[in-house]
């Protein structure tokens, strides 16, 4: 269940840039396995109810890519993001390219962002940071105008449902 302490903090250290902070009581071990398993991303990272995530490709290593793409059961809309991980550190680090597919969504969120996620041990549960570096402070804003903080804190917890399960 999810508690006060285990909701997601957004700032923006910059104008092109959001710093996501979320403490899970999991050991980051199975949180970074979460995070890297298609079949368990594609029973978490949902966002708002009624969206499902038929397309979860990844080739985790070095130079290796990825394709998600997520779907609207209600009308069909589907949108995704593809990319390459520039980093991989097992259990502590994960940093790739993230480019923007509209599908039939539409908007547009400009060049690449490059996302950096620290998993970091905290007693018996972990941080994870997550740092957008946008390419321009207007495609930072046109993110955050999709309301993406509130879909990630959405499937945050249903991460914190899932993990239990995991063990």
Do not use: K
Not at 18 to 37: C, D
């Amino acid at each position: 269940m999810t508690t006060p302490s285990n909701t997601a903090r957004v700032t923006q250290p910059g104008d092109a840039e959001i710093l996501v902070t979320r403490r899970f009581s999991a050991p980051r071990a199975l949180v970074f396995r979460a995070y890297t398993e298609p079949a368990l991303m594609q029973r978490w990272l949902l966002g708002p109810p009624g969206w499902t995530m038929p397309v979860c490709e990844m080739d985790l290593r070095v130079g290796g890519t990825y394709r998600w793409q997520w779907r609207n059961e209600a009308d069909g809309a589907i949108f995704g993001f593809h990319g390459e991980f520039l980093e991989v550190v097992t259990h502590a680090r994960l940093v790739e390219t993230q480019i923007y597919d509209p599908g039939t969504m539409g908007g547009e969120m400009g060049p690449p962002s490059t996302v950096t996620i620290d998993f970091a041990e905290d007693g018996s549960g972990t941080i994870l940071t997550t740092r957008i570096a946008f390419a321009s402070p207007e495609a930072c804003r046109a993110a955050l105008e999709t309301g993406m903080t509130d879909g990630m804190e959405q499937s945050y917890r249903q991460l914190d449902r899932l993990i239990p399960g995991m063990s």
